[in-house]
């Protein structure tokens, strides 16, 4: 089943599926196995790349999607998903300055860079300034991190 998010992309035919080919509000996605995407997700290089593409991919979602500075955080929560790294639930948010982000379900697990990276990229387009992402705790399928 799709989520929501992607339930009303396809509805708008903003998600297209087929042929060999995925796309997202006009943007081409890739599909991996989880395990090989973990693999090359534990090089700590990876942390950068993953910061700045998300970064990027962000910005030009949210330049599409019509959303009120109030439905930002559900729209980013939403848009993470979209990732395959789990559910995002942003806990508390002090905007511009921290947030503690709980990630329910990450197939890559743990402190794993390309998962800091990408909510670092996310929470860089939200504060307006470069932050970093980092662990504070792990237990069962739940991560929690600190952005600042």
Sequence with gaps: ????????????????????SIGILGLKQ???????????????????????????????????????????????????????LGKLKIKIVDIGKKALVEVVDNPLQGSNPLVRGVIAGVFSYLFKKDVNASIQSKKGNVCIYLVK
Excluded: R, W
């Design 1 to 20: 089943m799709l989520s929501p998010f992607l339930q009303k992309l396809d509805f708008v035919h903003q998600f297209k599926m087929g042929n060999g």
């Design 30 to 84: 890739i599909m991996l196995p989880s395990t090989l995407i973990s693999e090359l997700g534990k090089k700590e290089e990876v942390y950068a790349l993953a910061k700045k593409y998300s970064l990027d991919e962000v910005n030009t979602y949210m330049k599409k999607i019509d959303c009120s500075e109030g439905e930002k955080i559900k729209v980013l929560e939403q848009i993470y998903e979209t990732f395959g």
